[in-house]
């Protein structure tokens, strides 16, 4: 691939060469032409090989021995889902619910995506719980809001 890249590379220059030194007349539009014709064939060489499947079989025996590093993904995954965590604390804060506990269940698919949020709402009157149901909603998108 890099071979075909410098391959181009060089017929442009060659062609912005010839350009400079080619006078004007007749036999320029012709060398130009054939020029053009070079251009083209250099740029679309490795499409055989890309049509026997020759690319595609060499990107796949070096994917062959890819791995998950189960540890990292899980330290990762943990580490956004704390921060999410952490977000929604900071938003209830600002809004008012301080003394709020809540415990967030994530999605197993979407990882990253809250399915559930169970609130403890000791000291909320129904009113609250209505306000709190909204705005939860409003910050979790999808997510089920239930009492604890």
Not at 30 to 49: E, Q, W
Not at 124 to 129: A, D, F, I, K, R
């Amino acid at each position: 691939m890099s071979g075909w890249l410098i391959g181009i590379v060089g017929v442009v220059s060659l062609g912005v060469l010839i350009e400079v030194l080619l006078p004007e007349g007749e036999n320029s539009k012709y060398i130009r032409g054939i020029f053009s014709i070079i251009v083209i064939f250099v740029i679309i060489s490795p499409l055989p090989k890309l049509a026997k499947g020759d690319y595609i079989k060499g990107f796949v025996s070096q994917t062959e021995n890819v791995s998950i590093d189960d540890g990292y993904y899980e330290s990762v995954k943990e580490n956004m889902q704390n921060r999410i965590k952490d977000n929604l604390r900071e938003k209830l804060d600002k809004a008012g619910y301080n003394d709020l506990s809540f415990d967030i269940q994530f999605d197993e698919d979407y990882v990253y995506m809250i399915s559930k949020v169970i609130v403890e709402s000791k000291n909320l009157s129904e009113s609250q719980w209505q306000e709190l149901l909204k705005f939860l909603q409003t910050v979790t998108g999808n997510a089920k809001i239930e009492k604890a």
